[in-house]
């Protein structure tokens, strides 16, 4: 009777009396992955190979105490590591620093179109007062002079100082690069969509990007997404809300993020928690599907939804 | 013995029991302005023309009752209220924007640069490390190659996934944004630099742009700054350590703003309290020189102070 026990630098066979016959190291992180070959070897090698039964193990790891064991095991247990590490990085995180990024990018952008309006509001105080929309205040400013703007807009009498050509210059590079930021959140938003078509088709057709997005993000990826109960994922985004009912015993949150979602926002406010448990009952589906790569189904779900919550 | 009484819309002649004789219309702002002449020319045509006496004035108002003055009144006082905010965009406004803008240049590059990092690593964790400087970050990702970074910094077997050159892609169109913010950075605080040098060049000299430009933005302008005392600009920026010290009886700031200056970070933490409070000293001086356009003494000032803190 022989044991054999791998462990993570090699396979040791053992006797009876749990003597070390032989010992096969593994040089490469990919022949710890491919033991089972090594075993298979050595069970060749010597008939009647068993592994190691359980309540011998603390014996047989006495073996390992020798000092010249332990930098091997250092070394290919930080292998392990990085590899584990690398292996983690999927499309998951891909979609969630995108989807950050967007955000902020939002923040970012609000910020500086904020300074903006601030600051031509020096030079033509009416501008800002007449365009609301943050994205044409900005593509005005850049595409007309002021004498352009004071005929479009009718402005008789503008309250805005004369400035030198070179303090409208300075505006102007603000201006042209919140634009840019702009642009470049346009085409994050393409490229997110690209990831999720091929990642979790189900979610982006049903959620869209954005909301998509966001659940993943609240949900912490894809898998837990998929292993939540389509109660939570009705309520993500809601937690503030969530925990103040729980704790003051105030009504209860009936949707998150997926309030902003426009079967949610089609209908009518006292139907809109209805709504909200169909659709994330459906989304639930959907990121299972996707998670454990299914077919394409969002488009049935939402078809299914629209008939019910006419 | 007849009086005369000039307001927004003209100058009323009346004789002794306030009867009108004559009125002349303002028909433009500009006629107000040089309502000397008219009241000259009036003086000539009625000898003995003197200003109406103030206890006279009640009843001569009566005279406006008549509702044919109110349109022409409400037309005056707008347009004299649009030439007043016209005349308010000074170049303290435009200091004032580029400051507050070039912080939330900064706000904004941090938050960006941040996302960059993370995003980055997932490509190669170990950049994120060995770089602590953003600039040099943002840098790096945009000039090199994975590749080459690995070389340069002798990443041995990186912790990064593999991603695809589209994913790489949408990473780099973030970093050259990034990069062009912080172009964008540098050319206002140039121009930061040229507007102060004509409009307050001892406050640039002895404070350097960014300080010189924060204190105006505390003080709310160069004439507030110019009237505050010297004990008042010391503290500015440290509102919160002072209220704090008020109630609480805390120790009292020594400094706010004024702690970031050159002459305070070079000596000793002892002394630091005395040198904010030459420093301050001298600011407030080079605050008034600019508001009155006097002479250029930052130099010397900077001197003396340098003598005396060595």
Redesign the interface.
Request: glycine residues 8%; positive net charge; charged residues 25%.
């Given at each position: 009777m022989k044991y054999y026990f791998t462990h993570i630098i090699g396979t040791i066979v053992m006797d009876q009396s749990l003597r070390v016959i032989e010992e096969v190291k593994f040089t490469k992180l990919d022949d710890y992955f491919s033991k089972a070959q090594t075993e298979a070897k050595l069970k060749k090698k010597y008939p009647g190979l068993i592994p190691l039964p359980e309540d011998k193990l603390p014996r047989a790891l006495e073996h390992f105490k020798d000092k010249n064991y332990f930098s091997d095991f250092y070394s290919q247990n930080v292998?392990l590591t990085?590899a584990g590490?690398?292996?983690?990085?999927?499309k998951d995180?891909?979609i969630l620093?995108?989807i950050?990024?967007i955000e902020?990018?939002d923040?970012?952008c609000n910020?500086?179109v904020k300074?903006l309006r601030?600051?031509y509001s020096?030079?033509l105080?009416e501008l800002s007062f007449r365009m609301s929309s943050h994205d044409k205040f900005v593509e005005l400013v850049l595409k007309k002079t002021r004498a352009e703007l004071i005929k479009e807009f009718r402005v008789v009498?503008?309250?805005?100082?004369e400035?030198k050509e070179?303090?409208v210059q300075?505006i102007l590079?603000?201006a042209s690069?919140i634009n840019?930021?702009y642009q470049?959140r346009k085409?994050?938003e393409t490229?997110l969509e690209?990831?999720m078509k091929e990642y979790c088709p189900n979610l982006l057709e049903l959620a869209g990007a954005n909301i998509g997005a966001k659940l993943m993000e609240l949900g912490r990826g894809l898998k837990a997404l998929a292993l939540l109960p389509a109660s939570t994922i009705q309520l993500l985004g809601a937690e503030k809300a969530l925990f103040r009912h729980l704790k003051t015993g105030s009504r209860s949150p009936k949707y998150g993020v997926l309030y902003q979602h426009q079967l949610v926002q089609k209908v009518k406010a006292s139907v809109r928690g209805k709504v909200a448990r169909g659709l994330a009952d459906k989304l639930s589906l959907c990121a299972r599907l996707d998670y454990f790569k299914g077919e394409f189904k969002a488009r049935e779900f939402r078809e299914e939804l629209e008939r019910k919550f006419k």
């Open positions: 292998a990085r590490i690398r292996a983690s990085v999927s995180g891909l620093q995108t950050g990024n902020e990018l923040k970012v910020l500086l300074r601030e600051w020096l030079y105080p009498d503008s309250m805005g100082g400035l070179r303090d300075e590079l603000l690069q840019n930021l470049l085409k994050q490229y690209l990831v």
